[in-house]
């Protein structure tokens, strides 16, 4: 148990980084492109530690075909919608709301795996929910009632949130399939197999990008990697109703961060919003 929750904390230590990289890449080279050469990286990383740890291609049924599908189309959703937001709001606003995922990865684990959440962990996946409601509701009025000008990534933050709420149960039901490192790549792959007629379809542009701009597009590949390796290694020693929470302490760290050193200052209804899904979160993990 602890090492998995040790795992879900190094999870969230390397997502807080991947948030301001991600943000990063995405105004450096444009969301979908950042989202696309980063994925591409993670793929070669995932599948050189598989490689490494002996993996091998396993033999797949019916129902893992669909477990598969299940999370491209999440994945693809959840990571599209995070690139986008961070390219265009606030990580003081957007992050909290996307920290809710937890809540959401929480319950289908109840359904899914059996997983069971004590009377606390239920009072924090209330908190959490009050607070992404929170913060939402102050960014809209932060924004001098302009609701069109911020809605777009807000609604790409509760995107990301249930996206990845969907996709971390269904990697922790595909890593006993092909292993905690390679269920990162094949996720990743199967993300892009679904991403790049869209992509073609709709002439968006994913040229390498050039001299400096890779620095974050890489960090961003690294670092999303590397929290996804922690949680799907962390799910293996610990139910996901407790390592998940644990991993989204990655708002917290975030938003002290755009705080600290981008200096954003949000209005007191969302840093209440902000504190309200962190307490709810710490609560979780109890």
């Given at each position: 148990?602890?090492?998995?929750?040790?795992?879900?904390?190094?999870?969230?230590?390397?997502?807080?980084?991947?948030?301001?990289?991600?943000?990063?890449?995405?105004?450096?080279?444009?969301?979908?492109?950042?989202?696309?050469?980063?994925?591409v990286?993670?793929?070669?990383?995932?599948?050189?530690?598989?490689?490494?740890?002996?993996?091998?291609l396993?033999?797949?049924?019916?129902?893992?075909?669909?477990?598969l599908?299940?999370?491209?189309?999440?994945?693809?959703?959840?990571?599209?919608?995070?690139?986008?937001?961070?390219?265009?709001?606030?990580?003081?606003?957007?992050?909290?709301?996307?920290?809710?995922?937890a809540?959401?990865?929480?319950?289908?684990?109840?359904?899914?795996?059996?997983?069971?959440?004590?009377?606390?962990?239920?009072?924090?996946?209330?908190?959490?929910?009050?607070?992404?409601?929170?913060?939402?509701?102050?960014?809209?009025?932060?924004?001098?009632?302009?609701?069109?000008?911020?809605?777009s990534?807000?609604?790409?933050?509760?995107?990301?949130?249930?996206?990845?709420?969907?996709?971390?149960?269904?990697?922790?039901?595909?890593?006993?399939?092909?292993?905690?490192?390679?269920?990162?790549?094949?996720?990743?792959a199967?993300?892009?197999?679904?991403?790049?007629?869209?992509?073609?379809?709709?002439?968006?542009?994913?040229a390498?990008?050039?001299?400096?701009?890779?620095?974050?597009?890489?960090?961003?590949?690294?670092?999303?990697?590397?929290?996804?390796?922690?949680?799907?290694?962390?799910?293996?020693?610990?139910?996901?109703?407790?390592?998940?929470?644990?991993?989204?302490?990655?708002?917290?760290?975030?938003?002290?961060?755009?705080?600290?050193i981008?200096?954003?200052?949000?209005?007191?209804?969302?840093?209440?919003?902000?504190?309200?899904v962190?307490?709810?979160?710490?609560?979780?993990?109890?």
């Open positions: 148990m602890l090492a998995g929750m040790l795992l879900g904390l190094g999870a969230s230590a390397s997502w807080a980084l991947a948030n301001v990289a991600v943000q990063r890449a995405g105004r450096a080279v444009g969301a979908l492109r950042a989202l696309f050469w980063a994925q990286l993670g793929i070669a990383m995932s599948g050189l530690g598989a490689l490494a740890m002996g993996g091998r396993p033999a797949l049924t019916a129902a893992d075909g669909g477990w599908a299940l999370a491209a189309v999440s994945g693809l959703a959840a990571y599209s919608c995070l690139f986008y937001a961070f390219e265009h709001g606030r990580l003081t606003i957007a992050v909290p709301i996307m920290s809710s995922w809540v959401l990865s929480s319950g289908l684990s109840l359904l899914l795996f059996h997983d069971r959440l004590t009377a606390m962990q239920l009072v924090g996946s209330a908190t959490v929910i009050a607070g992404a409601v929170v913060v939402g509701r102050h960014a809209q009025l932060e924004n001098g009632g302009r609701v069109g000008a911020t809605r990534w807000l609604w790409a933050s509760v995107g990301a949130a249930i996206g990845f709420g969907i996709l971390i149960p269904t990697m922790r039901r595909l890593t006993p399939v092909f292993g905690p490192v390679a269920t990162i790549g094949v996720v990743y199967a993300d892009l197999v679904l991403a790049l007629p869209l992509a073609l379809w709709f002439r968006v542009g994913l390498p990008p050039e001299g400096i701009s890779w620095l974050p597009v890489f960090l961003a590949g690294l670092l999303e990697t590397a929290g996804s390796v922690s949680i799907t290694l962390g799910m293996q020693r610990a139910p996901v109703a407790i390592v998940s929470p644990l991993a989204s302490l990655a708002s917290t760290l975030t938003v002290l961060y755009a705080w600290a981008l200096r954003e200052r949000p209005a007191v209804g969302v840093l209440v919003g902000a504190a309200l962190s307490v709810g979160v710490v609560v979780l993990a109890i």
